[in-house]
């Protein structure tokens, strides 16, 4: 496994700051997808967001239709580099990411839930 080519900004990741990922909740059909760990899940997350953890998000998006928007998110914005690269590569066409992870959407205040587990099945 290539580990830079892993963790290197995918050409055609969108990347959205914490009010543009505000904004993009209110489309109809986005698809949250959170890829830290259960634990790091389970201490605050968006609202309806998926758990699909690195290294079995593609797995657990087989069935997911390609022309999905789909977002994702990690602490820092390095692991849902790493997601964004497999779901690319798996044909996925609209790939976001929040930039800076939800660190950052901490930082600038927004909202987190601890609902119960929501994994992608």
Same mark, same amino acid.
């Given at each position: 496994m290539?580990?830079?080519?892993?963790?290197? #900004?995918? =050409?055609?990741?969108?990347d959205?700051?914490?009010?543009?990922?505000?904004?993009? !909740?209110?489309?109809?059909?986005? $698809?949250? @997808?959170? @890829?830290r760990?259960?634990?790091?899940?389970?201490?605050?997350? $968006?609202?309806? /967001?998926?758990?699909?953890?690195?290294?079995?998000?593609?797995?657990l *998006? /087989?069935?997911t239709?390609?022309d999905?928007p @789909?977002? !994702?998110?990690?602490?820092?914005g #390095?692991?849902?580099?790493? /997601? /964004?690269r497999?779901l690319?590569?798996?044909?996925?066409?609209?790939? #976001?990411?929040?930039?800076?992870?939800i660190?950052?959407?901490?930082?600038?205040? *927004?909202? $987190?839930s601890?609902?119960?587990?929501?994994?992608? =099945?």
């Amino acid at each position: 496994m290539n580990l830079f080519r892993l963790f290197q #900004h995918p =050409k055609n990741l969108v990347d959205l700051t914490p009010q543009t990922l505000a904004d993009k !909740l209110s489309e109809p059909g986005v $698809l949250i @997808v959170d @890829v830290r760990t259960r634990q790091e899940f389970l201490a605050g997350h $968006l609202q309806g /967001a998926r758990h699909a953890p690195l290294g079995k998000t593609g797995q657990l *998006m /087989a069935n997911t239709d390609r022309d999905t928007p @789909v977002v !994702l998110i990690c602490k820092t914005g #390095h692991r849902s580099q790493a /997601a /964004a690269r497999e779901l690319l590569d798996l044909g996925f066409t609209q790939v #976001h990411h929040l930039a800076g992870g939800i660190d950052r959407w901490r930082r600038q205040g *927004m909202p $987190l839930s601890r609902e119960g587990d929501s994994r992608l =099945k």
